[in-house]
Antibody, heavy 116, light 113 residues
Framework: QVQLVQSGTEVKKPGASVRVSCKAS????????MHWVRQAPGQGLEWMGW????????NQAQKFQGRVTLTRDTSINTAYMDLGRLTSDDTAVYYC?????????WGQGTLVTVSS | DVVMTQSPDSLTVSLGERATINCKSS????????????LAWFQQKPGQPPKLLLS???TRESGVPERFSGSGSGTDFTLTISSLQADDVAVYYC?????????FGQGSKLEIK
């Protein structure tokens, strides 16, 4: 069955960077864009960007440009989201999502807490 | 950016009754070349990732109960739960994927009366 398994909880200090990984199985990793979506505590959903695992091409929301880097390693069917210059506003659960209808499959979420 | 506005923000419905959530887009989500509306509906329960219920405004995903249906075109869309079950308590989001940045509505919290 399709699974997106994300890396574990992270606690970071302001100004630091964080990397979240998302390992895909059960479908062709290079077949669909991988999206990243975040959700601050008690808040709604915010799309951050996507990576085309086949070409490595990316598209990020302007809000995150210059601060987020989306990459992938097709040898291990894993996508990565790096977010730099963290502030307390980046405290959120980060999700990866993919699928033929864009957001069919979701990871379990990774909590990133930014605190001094 | 395309702004997605849902109404109501919260609703309380009795078991077995109909629940309706509306979603309005600031720009058309209908792509004329393929006559498809780039609009999805998600259900999110506490502590869980969102679950895709419907894509293309009205196409139910595999395994989603038939009581969930979507309608609308262009800028105005509706999610209908025909006969509310206890398991339907959740927050529901609409999302446009017509153009990036893909944007979500603010969410509508559904509770049981």
């Amino acid at each position: 069955q399709v699974q997106l398994v994300q890396s574990g909880t992270e606690v970071k200090k302001p100004g630091a960077s964080v990397r979240v990984s998302c390992k895909a199985s059960g479908y062709t990793f290079t077949g669909y864009h991988m999206h990243w979506v975040r959700q601050a505590p008690g808040q709604g959903l915010e799309w951050m960007g996507w990576i085309n695992p086949n070409t490595g091409g990316t598209n990020q929301a302007q809000k995150f440009q210059g601060r987020v880097t989306l990459t992938r390693d097709t040898s291990i069917n894993t996508a990565y989201m790096d977010l730099g210059r963290l502030t307390s506003d980046d405290t959120a659960v980060y999700y990866c999502a993919s699928g033929p209808d864009f957001f069919d499959y979701w990871g379990q979420g990774t909590l990133v807490t930014v605190s001094s | 950016d395309v702004v997605m506005t849902q109404s109501p923000d919260s609703l309380t419905v009795s078991l077995g009754e109909r629940a309706t959530i509306n979603c309005k887009s600031s720009r058309t989500l209908l792509y004329s070349s393929n006559n498809k509306n780039y609009l999805a509906w998600f259900q999110q329960k506490p502590g869980q990732p969102p679950k895709l219920l419907l894509s293309w405004a009205s196409t139910r995903e595999s395994g989603v109960p038939e009581r969930f249906s979507g309608s609308g075109s262009g800028t105005d869309f509706t999610l209908t739960i025909s006969s509310l079950q206890a398991d339907d308590v959740a927050v529901y989001y609409c999302q446009q994927y017509f153009r990036t940045p893909y944007t979500f509505g603010q969410g509508s919290k559904l509770e049981i009366k």
